[in-house]
């Protein structure tokens, strides 16, 4: 048998005067549209902090010199009203890397891309790879995106191919989470007409790893319905050039002998002064390292002199060979003169003739130094 129950007028009134439902507040209207990016860029090793030095003391230090950049050459980001996001781009990347040693600074650059060099590139230099991303907006303007290109890169490594990750262009949180989630912020920001929804981002983030030390993450994106080309660029260093085909300078140095010493050099032509600080010596073998970023190497077999330097910045070195005199080893006594004249080979200026003349008296010294390069605008 059914039963069936029949709803009064009152109960009917009382279904009626049950609260609603609140609807989930939604995002500002003016932050739902088509955004672009100014920038979206990581990179390291840019402002000059991509150099790391390896061993020293009675062994050659090996200098490392890392640059890297993720940057979007192309980008598009919509924003739902219900807040999510979804977005597209493509991103160039670059991980670049050379290292300098006394022993390797007969090597061009070139040569040190091969097989058993100290270099490593991606293929071409560059690479780009498609992204694609996900993410969520809050009320609050708090934004999560997700997604990284996941097709591997090829990277000569030490002359060897090897497959690199890519990496995000997006600030992680912290180093923990450097794939994801990013979380930014988006906010109004005053325009010509009127509040312009934008995300903005400019900071490091200190990795402390061997190689690379800090990253800066470089971010603006704003809400605009017409097209926008991000600023990607990579700045190539420029080529090594020889300063003067021909040169004198005099040279006075303070330190411990051998060991470290500050040199302040004077170009009799030009007149400009340079002052260099420098680390190893007689003490180290003959190996040193300067604040210029040289790496060198310098000694002598009898009257037979010989000295190699390369600066794995721009990839520049220098080797000669020659006689000389060093009455250090013939007169005994703290004060000691030596003479030498050299063939060199600048990888900048080409084939010279080298020739100088020092007095040293322990903790300081002097000395004059001359060069004549044989070809002339080489």
Wanted: aromatic share 6%; glycine share 14%; net charge positive.
């Amino acid at each position: 048998m059914t039963k069936h129950y029949r709803v009064g007028m009152a109960g009917a009134a009382a279904l009626l005067a049950l609260p609603a439902v609140a609807a989930s507040p939604g995002i500002p209207a003016e932050w739902v549209g088509r955004y672009q990016a100014k920038v979206v860029s990581a990179s390291s090793g840019m402002n000059g902090d991509g150099t790391t030095t390896f061993g020293g003391g009675n062994a050659p230090a090996t200098t490392f010199n890392v640059q890297t950049l993720a940057c979007a050459t192309e980008f598009t980001m919509d924003i739902s009203r219900s807040g999510s996001i979804n977005g597209r781009g493509k991103i160039m990347y670059v991980y670049r890397g050379k290292a300098g040693n006394p022993l390797t600074a007969l090597a061009p650059g070139g040569i040190g891309a091969g097989p058993g060099g100290f270099a490593m590139n991606l293929k071409d230099g560059k690479q780009f790879r498609d992204w694609t991303f996900t993410g969520t907006v809050t009320p609050d303007g708090t934004v999560e995106i997700n997604g990284i290109p996941d097709t591997p890169m090829d990277y000569l490594n030490t002359g060897k191919w090897e497959k690199h990750r890519p990496w995000s262009a997006l600030p992680p949180v912290d180093k923990t989470k450097m794939r994801g989630p990013f979380k930014l912020q988006l906010a109004n920001e005053k325009g010509e007409k009127g509040p312009v929804p934008a995300i903005r981002v400019d900071r490091f983030l200190q990795l402390d790893d061997a190689l690379i030390k800090r990253v800066r993450y470089q971010t603006i994106i704003q809400r605009s319905d017409a097209s926008i080309t991000p600023a990607c660029k990579l700045d190539e260093p420029a080529p090594p050039k020889c300063a003067a085909t021909e040169y004198i300078k005099t040279k006075a140095k303070i330190g411990v002998e051998g060991l470290y010493s500050i040199e302040s050099s004077r170009d009799m032509k030009s007149g400009e002064t340079s002052v260099t600080s420098s680390t190893g010596g007689e003490m180290t073998g003959g190996f040193s390292t300067d604040s210029s970023g040289n790496v060198g190497w310098e000694g002598n077999a009898g009257l037979m002199t010989g000295s190699m330097q390369m600066n794995p910045v721009d990839g520049s070195y220098s080797v000669a060979v020659g006689i000389g005199v060093d009455t250090g080893s013939l007169v005994p006594g703290p004060t000691k003169l030596s003479e030498k004249v050299e063939l060199v080979w600048d990888s900048a200026c080409g084939p010279g003739i080298r020739a100088s003349g020092s007095v040293n008296m322990g903790a300081t010294g002097s000395s004059v130094e001359g060069a004549i390069f044989l070809v002339k605008g080489y």
